[in-house]
């Protein structure tokens, strides 16, 4: 914003959600009067700064799946930015009558469009103006590699076969740039680019990497999801987290794609 100090900025206590967001706004083409989508809002990351940015003569509509993160949005918005409303709906299953917007977002938000990824990104679209941009971010294939060649060495040590193979087909479910970026071309967005940037993510060793907020309701779960016995993977990921020095830094790939739909 150009001569007022922005009240909705980016949280700058979030190491995760922000950067990412970040990136995201890198790219986006923000303007005042746009009609945005903003897709699995969560509790307002980047909603409160597009809407501040786009001013009353614009419209934010930002969904969720979560009622819980979409109250959480809604009791920080208050009766502030009447132009931003919070929803709870599945971004994978939009109304059919909703209407169309200038800009599609969604930070933090290609993960969840399982199990059909390209039809997620094909409805989304669809809710796009001619003209109008999709952006969205994720952490890309490739995210964490050191730490998962230490998962796999080990697990190949210690001839847990059924849990490297499940591992392995968690590691190959990850989306990756390209792929994201052949979903937008085969849509026929232009001016696409997938777009990969460096996040370095700082752990200490043993519990503080085991219960690091970011990683342990996400990244480690799924590891911790490949043994059917938890007492086991504890054991397991207890010895890899004594040596972090194996694995660290450790970096996620903040992926941006985005691309135009054609006049
Ligand atoms: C990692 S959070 C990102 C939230 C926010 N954009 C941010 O950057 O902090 C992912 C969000 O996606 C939501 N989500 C997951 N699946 C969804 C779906 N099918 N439709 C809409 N939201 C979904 C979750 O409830 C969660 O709030």
Avoid at 143 to 162: A, E, G, K, N
Avoid at 195 to 212: K, N, R
Wanted: proline letters at 6%.
């Amino acid at each position: 914003m150009s001569n007022h100090t922005a009240r909705w900025p980016l949280p700058t206590h979030d190491y995760w959600s922000t950067p990412f967001a970040e990136s995201l706004l890198q790219h986006l083409d923000l303007r005042p009067g746009l009609r945005i989508l903003d897709v699995a809002s969560g509790y307002g990351i980047p909603a409160f700064y597009l809407a501040e940015h786009i001013g009353p003569s614009g419209e934010v509509f930002a969904v969720d799946v979560s009622a819980g993160q979409v109250a959480r949005a809604r009791a920080i918005q208050g009766s502030q930015l009447p132009w931003l409303r919070f929803e709870c709906m599945d971004m994978r299953f939009l109304p059919s009558n909703l209407a169309t917007f200038d800009r599609v977002t969604g930070n933090l938000s290609v993960m969840f469009f399982r199990p059909n990824r390209f039809e997620a990104v094909r409805g989304l679209i669809e809710r796009l103006h001619p003209g109008g941009q999709l952006v969205l971010t994720f952490p890309s294939h490739g995210t964490f590699d050191s730490l998962w060649q230490v998962v796999d060495r080990v697990m190949i040590q210690q001839r847990r076969i059924i849990e490297r193979e499940r591992f392995q087909t968690y590691l190959n479910e990850r989306p990756s740039a390209q792929e994201g970026r052949g979903w937008l071309e085969k849509l026929d967005l232009e001016r696409v680019e997938a777009i990969e940037y460096p996040l370095e993510v700082a752990t200490g060793p043993g519990h503080e990497f085991l219960h690091h907020p970011l990683l342990r309701r996400g990244f480690l779960d799924d590891v911790f999801e490949c043994f059917e016995d938890q007492s086991l993977a504890e054991r397991f990921m207890t010895d890899i987290a004594h040596d972090i020095t194996q694995f660290t830094p450790l970096i996620a790939h903040r992926c941006v794609l985005t691309g135009w739909k054609k006049i």
